[in-house]
């Protein structure tokens, strides 16, 4: 190669550095927001890359749960995104070391780790203070990383280099559930009538608790976005398939967003047996009516009592029997 072109391309690598530094220099990272119970310099290391480019970047302030100041100087909370999240706030004390780190800090966690018969094995504490949460790396691989995997998703496997592809495990276009079953032993109310027909219909978690909301203005508008705070209520009509889309075709277009937030107290006790709800206190009332609720059907019917009466509950003090559900 001639020496001027040698000379010259380590001058614009030089100006590339120059100019890389100072775009750096000028925006800042989140980490001033992180609590002090927590370290969240790995998610704050991307958020520092990706957002050099402004609104023009192929990841969102508003999927992160930030905002930034008009002369991109200060960022600051939004209440929503991964921040907002409980994979952010994911540490309980009791989870602070190596093996319960596997999904509560999962870059945290180590693969010998291990719990047996009541007791833990080969397991380290995690220091105070340093613990990171479910970040970034755990589903999402670097760039360099994705590209050797041929996908921007994948599982982190504990102990694993985030650096190399071999630690993470793929997960195939269709199959995203995957990312949330890794560590959320199964898809809660498989048994509910309303939830079970939902599944059988191929929706998937990411499709309510990570609506797809828009497209990123990465120059082509091909990224689609999706909620990180991975709640469902807060995140309507989209989490509904209301507006956006839902495994490509659209789920409850008909419904609006008040009727919808007036039903979901009837579809969100995802821990328990189920039973109807008292609509007065938003509890489990004292008693319930055997046979209601018990269908999809039945959740339908209710639904649609709700929209006929513009998003009001079609009972305030008394039990939802299967009577008032199909008058």
């Not at 509910?192 to 797809?212: I, L, S, T």
């Not at 120059?219 to 509904?240: E, I, M, W």
Request: glycine share 8%; aromatic share 10%.
């Amino acid at each position: 190669m001639p020496k001027k072109f040698i000379v010259l391309f380590g001058f614009m690598f030089f100006i590339l550095t120059i100019l890389t530094l100072i775009t750096f220099a000028a925006t800042p990272t989140p980490a001033p927001l992180n609590p002090p119970t927590y370290n969240y310099s790995e998610a704050n290391g991307c958020v520092r890359c990706h957002f050099t480019s402004g609104v023009s970047a192929d990841h969102m302030l508003d999927v992160v749960g930030v905002t930034i100041d008009a002369n991109n100087t200060a960022f600051s909370l939004s209440g929503n995104g991964w921040f907002a999240s409980r994979h952010a706030q994911s540490n309980h004390g009791s989870t602070q070391n190596t093996f319960c780190a596997k999904c509560h800090s999962p870059l945290q966690s180590t693969a010998q780790a291990t719990f047996n018969n009541g007791f833990m094995e080969n397991t380290a504490l995690i220091p105070d203070g340093v613990v990171e949460g479910v970040t970034c790396a755990a589903c999402h691989p670097s760039h360099t990383v994705a590209v050797a995997l041929g996908r921007r998703v994948a599982i982190y496997k504990p102990g694993g280099d985030k650096n190399k592809p071999e630690a993470y495990q793929v997960v195939l276009e269709g199959q995203d559930d995957l990312l949330c079953l890794n560590c959320h032993v199964n898809r809660h109310n498989e048994a509910n009538a309303a939830f079970k027909r939902m599944y059988d219909a191929g929706v998937e978690c990411v499709d309510c608790h990570m609506a797809p909301y828009g497209l990123t203005n990465n120059g082509l508008g091909t990224v689609q976005k999706r909620f990180h705070d991975f709640k469902v209520a807060q995140n309507l009509p989209y989490s509904c398939g209301v507006d956006g889309s839902v495994s490509g075709f659209v789920c409850h277009a008909g419904f609006n967003k008040e009727s919808t937030l007036a039903f979901l107290p009837y579809m969100k006790e995802q821990h328990s047996d189920w039973w109807p709800l008292n609509p007065s206190t938003g509890k489990r009332a004292a008693t319930t009516a055997v046979g209601a609720l018990q269908t999809s059907e039945d959740y339908m019917a209710l639904w649609k009592r709700i929209q006929e009466r513009g998003g009001q509950l079609p009972l305030e003090h008394k039990q939802i029997d299967r009577k008032e559900i199909h008058p």
